[in-house]
């Protein structure tokens, strides 16, 4: 008798240990980042199985590209993630100059670009680590990051009159990309302030003892991980995978190559080490910023002296009118009609802060494509999110998605 309780009760203590449990993450938990519902199978407190669930947007945009002209497409490259605007402006414009092969951009556009492309760079990565250190339980960070945000959503602002949903860029075909002396200015000032902001925030994180257990050894990847999930930025980069678009000899775009650009790399491929690359490629990108605005600056202060010169010359001469009228309708037109480009396929992608973002457009000899398929990072690094959660703890879970850098507008497209 006390033999037969001792075995079903032996028997009963390991059915507990390996009890299976199924569970909803999301869509609306706090450290979802956007729509994401996971359905979890647990082992205990170890995850097994995770099921990734992304239709809940449907947002419809390649779809919606294909019936606007081309110029008018922009603002939807705004909306897909929201956190990166301008650099997907920039890649989509960038394929439409492909298509008309007018790619001979004058320096001061290609500065402007490589200005904000940096600049929503920041803006990217202070979300993500703000986010990222709240989901762990460091609320510091959050409150520095969000000031700094702030501060280039009003350059933002500036240039375009949107403080988040820019449309700033356009194809530069007919369209000069300028700025004003006092932006340029500003932008200085922000980069030293900004120096200020990533120490602080270095200090607080990158050497406490919690930050570093809840990181160190936890969704570590490999180099075989990246080259068959097709990873990007810095998921890639972290385990010392060298892809990094801005400093590729073969797709150099918008003049990088003229900047001696660093690009970091990880060890361990873990948590703590993309933390670490975001921190590093925000100080590299305020060094950007720092010799691109001087160098506009020190280019418009003279080119304001000579159109000045200019100016002053033909004020006093018999102009035409009618010239700056004919030149205001051709505009208006332009903008009507949108630009007709011929049958052509072409692919182009950026270095965005989340990975390689591109477009695939198909034209027809119309000024509408035929066909647009967006490739977007955050979509490729979350189909990794399965063999990423599993074997970690469900404590790990907020961690894990928080390293990976997801927007949902850009995944459920």
Same mark, same amino acid.
């Given at each position: 008798m006390?033999?037969?309780?001792?075995f079903?009760?032996?028997?009963?203590?390991?059915?507990?240990?390996?009890?299976k449990?199924?569970?909803?993450?999301?869509?609306?938990h706090?450290?979802?980042?956007?729509?994401?519902?996971l359905?979890?199978? #647990?082992?205990?407190? /170890?995850?097994?199985?995770?099921?990734?669930?992304?239709?809940?947007?449907h947002?419809?945009?390649e779809?919606?590209?294909?019936?606007?002209?081309?110029?008018?497409? %922009?603002?939807?490259?705004? @909306?897909?993630?929201?956190v990166?605007?301008m650099?997907?402006?920039?890649a989509?414009?960038?394929?439409?100059?492909?298509? *008309?092969?007018?790619?001979?951009?004058s320096?001061?556009?290609?500065?402007?670009r490589?200005l904000f492309?940096e600049l929503?760079?920041?803006?990217?990565?202070? +979300?993500?680590?703000?986010?990222?250190? +709240?989901?762990?339980?460091?609320?510091?960070?959050?409150?520095?990051?969000?000031?700094?945000?702030?501060? %280039?959503m009003e350059?933002?602002?500036?240039v375009s009159? $949107?403080?988040m949903h820019? $449309?700033?860029?356009?194809?530069?075909?007919?369209?000069?990309y300028?700025?004003? &002396?006092?932006l *340029?200015q500003?932008?200085?000032?922000?980069?030293? &302030?900004?120096?200020?902001? #990533?120490?602080?925030?270095?200090?607080v *994180?990158?050497?406490?003892?919690?930050?570093?257990? @809840?990181?160190?050894?936890?969704?570590?990847?490999s180099?075989?991980n990246?080259?068959n999930?097709?990873l990007?930025?810095?998921? $890639?980069?972290?385990?010392?995978?060298?892809?990094?678009?801005?400093?590729?000899?073969?797709?150099?775009?918008?003049?990088?190559?003229?900047?001696d650009?660093?690009?970091?790399?990880?060890?361990?491929?873990?948590?703590?080490d @993309?933390?670490l690359?975001?921190m590093?490629?925000?100080?590299?990108? !305020?060094?950007i910023?720092?010799?691109?605005s001087?160098? !506009?600056?020190?280019?418009k !202060?003279?080119?304001?002296r000579?159109?000045?010169? #200019?100016?002053n010359?033909?004020?006093?001469k018999?102009?035409? &009118?009618?010239?700056?009228?004919e030149d !205001?309708?051709?505009?208006?037109?332009q903008?009507?009609?949108?630009?007709?480009?011929?049958?052509?396929? /072409?692919?182009n992608?950026?270095e965005?802060?989340?990975?390689?973002?591109?477009?695939i457009?198909?034209?027809?000899?119309? &000024?509408k494509?035929?066909?647009?398929?967006? @490739?977007?990072?955050?979509?490729?690094?979350l189909?990794f999110?399965?063999?990423?959660?599993?074997g970690?703890?469900l404590?790990d879970?907020?961690?894990?998605?928080g390293t990976?850098?997801?927007?949902f507008?850009e995944?459920?497209?």
């Open positions: 006390n033999f037969s309780f001792f079903n009760w032996s028997s009963l203590k390991n059915k507990s240990k390996n009890k449990i199924i569970i909803n993450f999301g869509p609306q706090p450290a979802a980042h956007g729509v994401l519902r359905i979890l199978q #647990l082992s205990n407190e /170890i995850i097994e199985k995770t099921d990734i669930h992304i239709g809940l947007l947002r419809n945009t779809k919606l590209i294909e019936t606007k002209h081309y110029e008018k497409s %922009i603002p939807y490259f705004d @909306r897909l993630d929201y990166s605007m650099s997907q402006e920039h989509f414009c960038l394929t439409i100059e492909k298509l *008309l092969k007018k790619q001979n951009i320096k001061q556009t290609s500065y402007i490589i492309d929503t760079r920041i803006l990217n990565h202070m +979300l993500a680590i703000a986010c990222h250190a +709240l989901d762990i339980g460091s609320m510091s960070s959050i409150f520095w990051s969000f000031e700094e945000r702030e501060n %280039i350059f933002y602002e500036r009159g $949107a403080r820019a $449309a700033f860029h356009r194809p530069a075909i007919h369209f000069n300028t700025v004003d &002396n006092l *340029l500003d932008i200085l000032k922000f980069v030293k &302030n900004c120096y200020k902001t #990533l120490n602080e925030m270095h200090n *994180l990158t050497f406490n003892k919690v930050w570093k257990q @809840r990181l160190t050894n936890i969704g570590t990847i180099t075989k990246v080259i999930w097709n990007t930025g810095v998921m $890639a980069r972290s385990v010392g995978y060298k892809k990094d678009l801005r400093l590729s000899k073969k797709h150099n775009y918008s003049r990088y190559n003229h900047f650009l660093k690009s970091f790399l990880g060890v361990n491929g873990d948590c703590y @993309r933390y690359i975001r590093l490629e925000m100080g590299e990108s !305020l060094n910023i720092n010799l691109v001087n160098s !506009l600056l020190n280019t !202060l003279n080119k304001d000579i159109y000045q010169q #200019l100016f010359k033909n004020f006093n018999k102009t035409n &009118n009618y010239t700056y009228m !205001l309708i051709e505009h208006f037109l903008w009507h009609t949108g630009i007709t480009i011929s049958k052509n396929k /072409i692919f992608y950026i965005s802060p989340k990975g390689e973002f591109g477009t457009i198909i034209s027809n000899n119309t &000024n494509p035929q066909k647009c398929k967006i @490739r977007s990072p955050s979509y490729f690094n189909q999110l399965p063999q990423l959660t599993k970690h703890y404590a879970l907020a961690a894990l998605i990976i850098d997801i927007v507008g995944i459920d497209r």
